[in-house]
């Protein structure tokens, strides 16, 4: 799960900056030219588009991995173990309870379950995390970070298995401070599971006193056998998003987009860009979408000023021949990405000028479907005919459609919201004081119910949809 307490600070910090009123802006052509990086102190941010790289003339040398080692096949919804659940970490262990109405169950007896659990994409794993040793990364001064091992467990009960131990199999950072010798240890950071549910990819980050950095390399985990397979060096991985027929991976730094066989073999560049500057310790990355037909869609900011909007160009990205096509822009309010529909087709942002906008999938005809600075759009449906959106600290929803009034349902407690199916919609809400819960909410009408209350804070939770 993401950091999202961490994430909700920063927003209601800058969701108040300044900006224009909606109106589609003059498309940029794709034939600009790179420019320096910028840097945070700029007084100014300096105009500039992203620019596509051809197509590599041969791949780029790699070595390569064992291959994959029988791998199992692809499970089908009817096999998983749960169809929908919610696991979470309570008094340093993992509980189970599936929904609506079954039991809650504790799938782990440990006491030192520490964050962040996550199902298998087929429902019959959840990673998890244990506290692991604490490392000093300086003496001078002294500073120690936490750490952590990553963890198995059949959400039908059984023996938990250790997946990876970080700090054996994965390579420390020389530190930029302190002395020559002081040593930052790395953590899996970024994860994508392959189809056979049982491999995922993997690009690690390295630990600061003062948060996380990436290190944009690339591993392959069987989370069975705990084998590790490095694919890909720092700096020419990147946080990996795997094609929906397990073929190929997309691997997003803060400057370029790439793409390579899922064994790291044939990595080429797609689209770079420049650095976009966040005025604190996070680091702007894209998070580009395959769509069904192998091309790739994602939003590339602009660098830009606190107090202004920040523009996003909008790419179609081609893979396989490496012709790219910027199809417009649209300015939003702070660096909340536009979200494109399922399908592609349809776009929504938070407009700039205020306010939560519909578009066409290039940005084009904007029209807006809710008032106020504090919209940010959350989820599409399955079908795209919904959206989910916050504002001001409600969830809610509105209908893709012309003179669709929006509908609130409950107050929000993390943003998080995904839908079930077409007509309904899964939120962490607020349920009463410092009380999380899961609420389902039936549209069109908007009843809701309540399906769970988090006994304890804070909460790291995953959901199964199953799907």
Not at 35 to 54: I, K
Not at 114 to 129: A, I, T, Y
Not at 263 to 285: H, I, Q
Not at 381 to 392: D, H, K, N, W, Y
Request: charged share 20%.
């Amino acid at each position: 799960m993401k950091r999202i307490p961490f994430l909700l600070v920063v927003l209601a910090l800058l969701a108040g900056c300044a900006g224009t009123q909606l109106e589609p802006t003059p498309v940029a052509t794709t034939e600009a030219t790179t420019v320096p990086l910028p840097t945070t102190e700029a007084t100014q941010a300096p105009a500039a588009t992203a620019s596509p790289l051809p197509p590599a003339e041969s791949p780029l040398a790699t070595a390569t991995p064992p291959a994959l080692d029988s791998p199992l096949p692809t499970p089908t919804p009817e096999e998983a173990a749960v169809d929908f659940a919610i696991v979470t970490v309570r008094d340093g262990d993992l509980w189970l309870k599936p929904l609506p109405g079954g039991e809650e169950v504790r799938l782990t007896d440990l006491g030192d379950v520490v964050e962040f659990p996550e199902f298998s994409p087929d429902g019959r794993l959840v990673l998890f995390r244990r506290e692991g040793p604490a490392v000093t990364i300086s003496t001078d001064p002294a500073g120690e970070v936490p750490t952590t091992t990553l963890w198995a467990v059949p959400v039908t009960g059984g023996e938990p298995h250790m997946v990876l131990d970080p700090l054996a199999a994965l390579p420390s950072v020389p530190g930029t401070g302190g002395r020559a010798e002081d040593l930052y240890p790395s953590e899996p950071g970024s994860l994508a599971w392959l189809p056979d549910g049982r491999h995922l990819l993997l690009s690690s980050r390295y630990l600061t006193i003062n948060g996380t950095v990436g290190n944009y390399d690339l591993w392959r985990l069987d989370v069975e056998t705990g084998q590790l397979d490095a694919l890909l060096p720092s700096g020419e991985g990147g946080r990996p998003v795997v094609s929906p027929d397990g073929a190929w991976v997309l691997l997003s730094t803060g400057t370029v987009i790439s793409v390579a066989r899922v064994d790291g073999s044939e990595p080429r560049a797609l689209l770079k860009f420049e650095r976009v500057p966040t005025y604190s310790e996070w680091e702007w990355v894209p998070e580009p979408e395959w769509n069904d037909d192998g091309s790739v869609r994602v939003a590339i900011a602009l660098p830009w000023m606190v107090g202004e909007p920040v523009t996003y160009q909008l790419w179609r990205l081609e893979p396989a021949s490496g012709q790219n096509e910027m199809l417009g822009e649209v300015q939003v309010s702070w660096l909340h990405a536009p979200l494109w529909s399922p399908d592609g087709t349809r776009l929504a942002f938070a407009a700039a000028g205020g306010g939560l906008a519909l578009a066409d999938s290039s940005g084009q005809d904007p029209r807006l479907v809710a008032e106020g600075d504090d919209v940010v759009p959350l989820a599409w449906s399955p079908e795209g005919t919904r959206l989910a959106f916050v504002q001001a600290g409600q969830y809610c929803v509105v209908d893709d459609q012309a003179g669709a009034e929006p509908v609130c349902l409950a107050p929000t407690f993390y943003s998080d919201a995904r839908w079930l199916d077409e007509d309904t919609l899964i939120m962490v809400a607020s349920i009463g004081e410092d009380q999380p819960g899961l609420v389902a909410a039936e549209l069109p009408g908007g009843t809701t119910t309540e399906l769970w209350s988090a006994p304890v804070l804070p909460l790291f939770h995953d959901v199964y949809l199953g799907r």
